[in-house]
């Protein structure tokens, strides 16, 4: 009798903090940082070397039935290479505000769990920096515009106050690059680690 009393008290108090993770509002906030890979893809004139980079801000989250909306703000810098020929190579260098604007759902409860998400970010450039290497020749500039749109989609996971994320961006709109006649997207690959300050 006793034991079944504890066994029930068990599952109840299990169960109440399944429901009170999952459907109570609750909001969050925190800091991140992480490295970013850059892919620019080769359209068969220009050779392309990515490069790492790196994310460094904030991040909310608000939330409630298993779902959640989570804005963040960081700087970012995403760097590569492009190569015209061994005579002319490009290494730019894109520092930007990102605001990535991200809806989400998680799974687990007591501090542990995993978190998937997706949404818009919104990339506004505040560095453009390009470095033509021994030629004078501008055939590799790229023109990064003042702001740059694409979607992101991920998945985490939370250990008590840690996350890590792993995510992908998708650029919306094209890079001018060459000759003006030449246009790709932009993808990112990133690795964060995030930190909850504080959350109610």
């Not at 290479?81 to 005579?87: G, L, P």
């Not at 993808?187 to 109610?200: G, P, T």
């Amino acid at each position: 009798m006793k034991k079944t009393v504890i066994l029930t008290l068990a599952i109840c108090l299990f169960t109440i903090g399944m429901a009170s993770a999952q459907v109570i509002p609750n909001f969050a906030f925190g800091v991140k940082g992480g490295l970013n890979y850059t892919a620019f893809p080769s359209n068969g004139i220009f050779n392309n070397n990515n490069r790492a980079g790196y994310l460094a801000g904030v991040w909310a989250r608000v939330g409630g039935l298993g779902f959640n909306f989570q804005p963040e703000l960081y700087l970012t810098s995403k760097n590569i290479n492009v190569d015209a020929s061994n005579e002319t190579e490009n290494k730019a260098k894109f520092t930007s505000i990102d605001v990535p604007l991200l809806l989400g759902g998680k799974v687990g409860a007591l501090g542990l769990g995993g978190r998937f998400y997706a949404g818009p970010v919104l990339s506004f450039a505040v560095n453009k920096d390009q470095s033509i290497g021994e030629s004078t020749n501008n055939a590799t500039a790229l023109r990064y515009k003042d702001a740059n749109y694409g979607f992101q989609v991920g998945a985490g996971v939370d250990i008590s106050s840690l996350s890590i994320d792993l995510r992908y961006e998708g650029g919306l709109n094209k890079i001018g690059y060459g000759d003006g006649n030449s246009h790709t997207r932009v993808n990112v690959f990133s690795l964060a680690l995030a930190y909850k300050l504080f959350s109610l």
